[in-house]
């Protein structure tokens, strides 16, 4: 129906969200609306549209049968008052029904309290002459039970319903209370703005048109999230590649397009350039070169040019995609720039709540490697090392809930992988492996040798497998290391055998059997001078 007030050169266009890319702050929102032309357009009107979309970043097209030329761009912002006539008259039935409902309860109430109150007045009124009658043996003993079950039953029945009546009425004037604040807030209502987006046309030849509109809004972010769950049973880890996304744009995206991509649309595209680098006496003011760079193209310039099609509607080519839930595409020449598309039901409501949505979801082998440094830790520690395969996605920096064998573990921070490159996770101690740790020499020589003082210790190992795995471990033990020339620090011996490094770490790679048991030896030597303090040496 047209509205009498709309001159009929104007034609209010109904579109629809079709697609949504979302980026890391803000989202570009993409709707288009077939709409037929008589050639007597001059403006087409696209409404109702939020007022948070960035105005400069406005662009149209279309494509049809009509030939029409674009010649601008431009919004208007409109206040409007929701009508409200339909929802009080609503409110003021449901609150009269209720009303009537209490009426009707507070009535049964009454009624069942004077039935109670007659029950009683009769036992009062009738103790004395029953008595009596029940001496003269006037009434049997059977008609006194009678009546005393009758007496009993009535007021027990009457008083079980008014109790029922009685609980209502809360629940009642519960409702009551909510609908008289509806009433009350839509009786006095705000004006609520939207925006309507004018496109100026000149409709050369009349027919179906196909117009798409673009825009850019804030309040829309996404971040990845996975799920990682290791199976020892099979070396085996599940990746669920996860997207967490929140929007409160004022426009639900149903059904719609949904791509997500870590490019930073509106920031400055311009390298940062260096300014002079002045010394001067403090009374001279040096001016700053300030750069500034728009975040959006300027708005539609003139003319716009004519959109030509055959005798029946032709819609934009679309590329062909691979039929699959997700599609991920790598832009080279973007450099980093990563961006993952979905064929089409997303459905992110505007509650600004996150929702989470399946980006990707792939099996990996893994191997595992168990880490043990016993002089701080007499537990091993499990480690998961994955290599992400060449023909999978980019994992991007973001929160992995770990999972091991059903049993969840923790969190961790995921950084950016990319395909082919090799990560690893820490899943905690594992009780499996047990690693004794004994002191088994401290000797100090009592015989100097050129003033010198040399103290001997030792140190044995013993690591038991308790799985029914074999376990590569990496085992670190730690040698004091010298400060000061006058103090010198010699492995002597290992066993298994193992190089010094220069920071005094020893570590060995060991791959240990089901169920069996490994020894490690070390010994080593601190010389100084026999007058010397050594400070450190606690051990």
């Not at 967490?244 to 744009?249: A, G, L």
């Not at 992995?400 to 049993?407: D, Q």
Request: charged letters at 20%; glycine letters at 4%; one cysteine or more.
């Amino acid at each position: 129906m047209v509205n009498p007030e709309t001159p009929f050169w104007r034609k209010t266009v109904e579109s629809q969200i079709v697609a949504v890319t979302i980026y890391t702050d803000q989202a570009l929102v993409t709707r288009r609306a077939v709409v037929s032309l008589s050639g007597e357009e001059r403006e087409l009107v696209v409404t109702p549209l939020p007022v948070t979309l960035e105005a400069d970043s406005i662009r149209v097209s279309g494509v049809g049968t009509a030939e029409v030329k674009l010649l601008g761009v431009s919004s208007d912002r409109i206040q409007t008052t929701e009508a409200i006539g339909e929802k009080v008259a609503q409110l003021t039935r449901q609150i009269q029904q209720i009303e009537t409902q209490k009426r009707h309860l507070q009535a049964q109430i009454d009624a069942l309290s004077l039935q109670s109150n007659f029950i009683a007045g009769l036992r009062e009124n009738t103790e004395e002459p029953f008595s009596q009658s029940l001496a003269r043996k006037n009434l049997s003993l059977s008609e006194t039970l009678d009546f005393l079950n009758f007496l009993g039953s009535q007021y027990c029945e009457y008083a079980i319903a008014a109790g029922e009546c009685k609980a209502q009425l809360p629940e009642l004037e519960k409702q009551l209370q909510t609908l008289r604040t509806a009433l009350q807030k839509i009786q006095t209502p705000q004006p609520k703005e939207h925006l309507n987006v004018i496109v100026a046309v000149e409709v050369t030849q009349p027919g179906e048109f196909e117009l798409e509109i673009a825009y850019m809004t804030p309040n829309a972010n996404w971040q990845p999230l996975y799920d990682l769950r290791v199976n020892s049973a099979n070396d085996g880890l599940n990746l669920t590649y996860l997207a967490e996304i929140t929007q409160s744009t004022g426009e639900d995206w149903l059904g719609v397009e949904l791509t997500l991509s870590t490019a930073k649309p509106g920031h400055n595209t311009l390298p940062p350039q260096l300014k002079p680098w002045y010394l001067d006496v403090p009374v001279a003011h040096i001016a700053e070169i300030a750069q500034r760079s728009m975040p959006y193209p300027p708005a539609m310039a003139l003319p716009m040019p004519v959109f030509r099609s055959p005798s029946k509607l032709i819609k934009p080519e679309i590329e062909a995609e691979i039929v699959s839930e997700t599609v991920l595409t790598h832009h080279p020449h973007l450099g980093s720039v990563v961006t993952l598309k979905f064929p089409g039901e997303g459905k992110i409501p505007s509650d600004g709540t996150p929702h989470k949505i399946t980006i990707y979801q792939q099996d990996y082998p893994c191997r595992f490697e168990y880490v043990a440094i016993p002089s701080v830790v007499s537990f091993a520690y499990l480690q998961v090392h994955v290599k992400n395969s060449l023909d999978s996605v980019t994992l991007l920096p973001g929160t992995a809930n770990i999972f091991r064998n059903h049993i969840f573990i923790g969190t961790t921070q995921l950084e950016n992988i990319l395909p082919g490159e090799e990560f690893k996770l820490n899943l905690g101690i594992d009780e499996g492996l047990k690693i004794e740790r004994d002191l088994v020499e401290l000797e100090v020589d009592k015989k100097l040798i050129n003033n010198q003082r040399r103290v001997t210790y030792a140190y044995r190992l013993i690591i038991t497998n308790l799985l029914n795995q074999c376990a590569n471990l990496q085992l670190t033990e730690q040698l004091p290391v010298s400060r000061s020339e006058h103090i010198q620090v010699y492995l002597m011996e290992s066993n298994p055998e193992i190089q010094q490094s220069k920071t005094g770490i020893l570590s060995w790679l060991l791959t240990i059997l089901p169920q069996e048991q490994q020894e490690i030896y070390y010994q080593f030597t601190v010389e100084h001078p026999s007058e010397l303090t050594v400070v450190g040496l606690d051990i």
